[in-house]
């Protein structure tokens, strides 16, 4: 019997500020599809200690919104980012990729989905233009992990 790969879907970002929660609610969609071999987690912000969770998988996406212009979404392949900063509020993608290669001396398959955000202001619920991206996001992933699974079970 063939292994199927260890996927995290990871979404962060704020569901009190509309849009700001898009990718926490990305993450409850994937959870809610049940796809064997993915889990999800979901915080306000990426932190050090997040590092230690590529560790634990074959594959990580990160999902968050974006103020930036995108067709509903983007996703790309990730690039450790070297300028590591600390704020108060959170590490980037890319810092914690970047602590992680640090770490384990590798870089792992980690992909980031950016869901398009109209508003991020004070309030609970995503937009209707960010509940449509969101949920055009999650119908892409869910196809891309399945054809993920398929590639990596043959390899694995």
């Known amino acids: 019997m063939k292994a199927i790969p260890s996927m995290l879907v990871y979404g962060f970002g704020n569901p009190g500020r509309e849009d700001d929660g898009a990718g926490v609610a990305l993450a409850e969609r994937i959870r809610a599809a049940a796809l064997p071999g ?7 912000q990426l932190n050090v200690e997040d590092a230690l969770l590529l560790s634990e998988h074959d594959l990580v996406i990160f999902a968050d ?3 930036s212009p995108v067709d509903r979404f983007s ?8 300028s590591v900063s600390f704020t108060t509020h959170a590490m980037s993608p890319g810092s914690v990729l970047a602590l992680y290669s640090q770490l384990y001396g590798k870089t792992p398959p980690v992909y980031m989905l950016e869901i398009g955000g109209m508003s991020f202001e004070l309030r609970e619920g995503l937009t209707a233009e960010g509940t449509e991206n969101t949920l055009a996001a999650g119908q892409f992933l869910i196809s891309w992990l399945n054809d993920f699974k398929s590639v990596k079970s043959t390899k694995i």
Do not use: E, I, M, W
């Not at 993915?38 to 306000?44: A, E, I, K, L």
């Not at 790309?76 to 980012?81: G, I, S």
């Open 75 to 82: 996703f790309y392949r990730l690039q450790p980012d070297p």
């Open 38 to 44: 993915v889990t999800t987690d979901s915080n306000y």
């Open 65 to 67: 919104a974006t103020r």
